[in-house]
Nanobody
Framework: VQLQASGGGSVQAGGSLRLSCAAS????????MGWFRQAPEKEREFVAS????????YYSDSVKGRFTVSKDKAKNTVYLQMNSLKPEDTAVYYC????????????WGRGTQVTVSS
């Protein structure tokens, strides 16, 4: 399984970025795709997730209303649209996947850096 995140960059506060996560190597119909982030000297934290087979999505309170997770099944790609970015959103963002009945994410991609300046 390979997960490739891209789309990071540097923006000013209030700006937007869209991250992409291209997935390959298996069928993901029974999987959940998640986005996580890790800021310097902080623990990795959950950001958002989406289920491949239905419309259910979940968000952390810190990004709810600003970030939107979506999927393109034809492209096996998951997106994270990030609007109204804040300096505290600065982190390395990772995509990950887990089986829908698993508690832990066991496939991880390389991160992509997001930097938000004030």
């Amino acid at each position: 399984v390979q997960l490739q995140a891209s789309g990071g960059g540097s923006v000013q506060a209030g700006g937007s970025l869209r991250l992409s996560c291209a997935a390959s190597g298996r069928t993901f119909s029974d999987y959940v795709m998640g986005w996580f982030r890790q800021a310097p000297e902080k623990e990795r934290e959950f950001v958002a997730s989406i289920n491949w087979s239905n419309r259910f999505t979940y968000y952390s309170d810190s990004v709810k209303g600003r970030f939107t997770v979506s999927k393109d099944k034809a492209k096996n790609t998951v997106y994270l649209q990030m609007n109204s970015l804040k300096p505290e959103d600065t982190a390395v963002y990772y995509c990950a996947s887990r089986h829908r009945v698993a508690s832990d994410y066991n496939y991880w991609g390389r991160g992509t850096q997001v930097t938000v300046s004030s």
